[in-house]
């Protein structure tokens, strides 16, 4: 029996050749997907790292923003305390100045009245020493001239001038106008003759050298005792030994 050759068996068998490329295609294509497959890989890992350094960024940037909100609220926290110490010390500031301004008006009001105390004391020692320089002249000049002194008193006791010369005639009779004059029997004293002296001291208590304290109270005596010079003298004439 003949063997059987195709009839297409030249162009089959010329199509092998192809069929090795297409193999070998085939076989590199193959290969592709293995490569993808590593390039997949790296840019997975890629992402993974790019992922991680975002992480990172991310946790840096939020341990960062949680520094800076730490630090402002610090900051913030500081300035407070510092504007409560400055408010703190201001307060201190001012309670301390009107602390020393109130002890200076306290002591400049002391000071005040100290300085009025002493002025009102200068014053009246003054004062003091002038009434008693006008009373040494006063006196003085009532032992030169005690009719003088008599004269100028006696309107305080309602004695018009027309009393005078009964007055004068009355007291030249009893002392002659002698301040110190002692009637040396009876004890009485003074110009106007008191009986007992002592009487006098009702007008002051120098009544033995003070010719107007005995003039006072020989005016106020006649007065309560006969109304008048003029009738203290008519009494006194009409009596003997003379006395009022």
């Not at 490329?21 to 790292?49: D, F, H, I, W």
């Not at 014053?123 to 009532?142: D, F, L, S």
């Not at 003088?148 to 009964?166: K, T, V």
Request: positive net charge; charged residues 25%.
């Amino acid at each position: 029996m003949a063997r059987y050759t195709a009839r297409h068996a030249p162009r089959h068998a010329a199509a092998l050749p192809e069929r090795s490329g297409l193999r070998r295609a085939l076989a590199a294509t193959a290969t592709r997907p293995v490569l993808a497959s590593g390039a997949v890989a790296a840019v997975l890992a890629g992402s993974a790292l790019v992922v991680s350094v975002g992480e990172d960024q991310a946790r840096a940037e939020a341990m960062t923003f949680a520094v800076d909100g730490l630090t402002e609220q610090t900051s913030t926290e500081q300035l407070a305390a510092e504007e409560e110490d400055a408010a703190r010390v201001a307060t201190a500031r001012t309670d301390t100045n009107a602390a020393r301004s109130a002890v200076a008006a306290r002591d400049a009001e002391r000071a005040r009245l100290a300085a009025a105390k002493a002025l009102a004391a200068r014053q009246a020692k003054a004062k003091a020493a002038a009434r008693a320089a006008e009373r040494k002249r006063i006196v003085a000049n009532a032992k030169k001239d005690p009719k003088a002194a008599a004269r100028q008193l006696m309107p305080e006791y309602g004695f018009g001038a027309g009393q005078w010369s009964c007055l004068d005639r009355l007291w030249i009779g009893e002392s002659g106008w002698k301040w110190n004059a002692e009637n040396p029997s009876s004890g009485a004293y003074g110009i106007p003759q008191s009986l007992p002296a002592r009487k006098m001291a009702t007008m002051g208590d120098d009544y033995r050298t003070n010719p107007v304290t005995q003039i006072r109270w020989g005016l106020d005596y006649i007065k309560k005792a006969y109304g008048t010079p003029c009738n203290a003298l008519s009494k006194w004439n009409s009596r003997s030994p003379h006395w009022y």
